[in-house]
């Protein structure tokens, strides 16, 4: 028999891993909005919360991306991501371009 596998080309597959943490963290956002959120998302998003408000790539509410930092871990100079700040911390995949948390 023979298969039809569909290779998603290596660029794609970054869009889409990036796609699915943006929903993530809206459809957490949400569950918090209406309180169903679980503790430990909650938790994990208040702690990264307390690092983003005292980072001077927080611009309102958005990792601006007109703004640049050195990552934490391998010191190159990076862009902020560009993410709403209230969603990123409630994705649990998501990580901080400057690797903070
Ligand atoms: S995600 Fe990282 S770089 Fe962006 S505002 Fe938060 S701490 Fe700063």
Excluded: F, H
């Amino acid at each position: 028999m023979e298969r039809n596998y569909t290779r998603i080309p290596p660029n794609e597959k970054i869009i889409m891993s990036q796609l699915n943490e943006i929903l993530l963290g809206w459809g957490n956002l949400v569950k918090d909005r209406i309180g169903i959120l679980d503790m430990n998302t909650k938790q994990l998003a208040e702690s990264r919360l307390l690092i983003c408000n005292s980072c001077y790539l927080r611009v309102d509410n958005i990792c601006s991306p007109k703004m640049v930092g050195y990552n934490t871990k391998t010191k190159e100079l990076k862009k902020g991501c560009g993410c709403n700040i209230s969603a990123k911390t409630l994705s649990l995949q998501s990580k901080c371009p400057l690797d903070r948390w």
